[in-house]
């Protein structure tokens, strides 16, 4: 999976907003309501890498993995930060991307996850 499809493939969740955050954060950010699920980084030297958030499991199953690093900042709230997705498995990185989503509508009120679940039908 490239850099393209993976960012079509966040895109097509229930209530999924891409929003690019220029200088100084450079990062193109993908939220479900307020709550973030994935974010690329666009500036050099670390363009296009892919952070989501894991669970604490994963978080030391990923980390252990050569390409995948605790994201700088966020690591600490278990994101990994994957170097080069094109070289990560595309089903494994799907199934990242759909629990990080997953984590973060369940974070939403109950009346907001609703209305994404609607909007899913």
Same mark, same amino acid.
């Given at each position: 999976?490239?850099?393209?499809?993976?960012?079509?493939?966040?895109?097509?969740?229930?209530?999924? *907003?891409?929003?690019?955050?220029?200088?100084? @954060?450079? &990062? +193109? $950010?993908?939220?479900?309501?307020? #709550?973030?699920?994935?974010?690329?980084?666009?500036?050099?030297?670390?363009?296009?890498?892919?952070? +989501?958030?894991?669970?604490?499991?994963?978080?030391?199953? +990923?980390? %252990?993995?050569? !390409? *995948?690093?605790?994201?700088?900042?966020? !690591?600490?709230?278990?994101? *990994?930060? &994957? $170097?080069? *997705? !094109?070289?990560?498995?595309? %089903?494994? +990185?799907?199934?990242?991307?759909?629990? @990080?989503?997953?984590? =973060?509508?369940?974070?939403?009120? #109950?009346? #907001?996850?609703?209305?994404? =679940?609607?909007? %899913?039908?």
């Amino acid at each position: 999976m490239n850099t393209e499809q993976l960012k079509r493939h966040c895109r097509q969740y229930p209530g999924a *907003v891409e929003t690019l955050h220029g200088e100084p @954060s450079n &990062i +193109l $950010v993908y939220k479900v309501e307020d #709550k973030t699920f994935a974010y690329f980084k666009t500036s050099e030297p670390e363009q296009w890498r892919f952070s +989501l958030r894991v669970t604490p499991d994963r978080f030391l199953e +990923l980390t %252990d993995r050569p !390409g *995948v690093k605790p994201a700088r900042y966020m !690591g600490r709230f278990h994101w *990994v930060t &994957i $170097v080069d *997705v !094109g070289q990560f498995p595309a %089903d494994y +990185l799907t199934e990242l991307v759909a629990a @990080s989503y997953r984590r =973060a509508v369940e974070s939403l009120s #109950k009346a #907001k996850q609703k209305t994404l =679940a609607t909007h %899913d039908e």
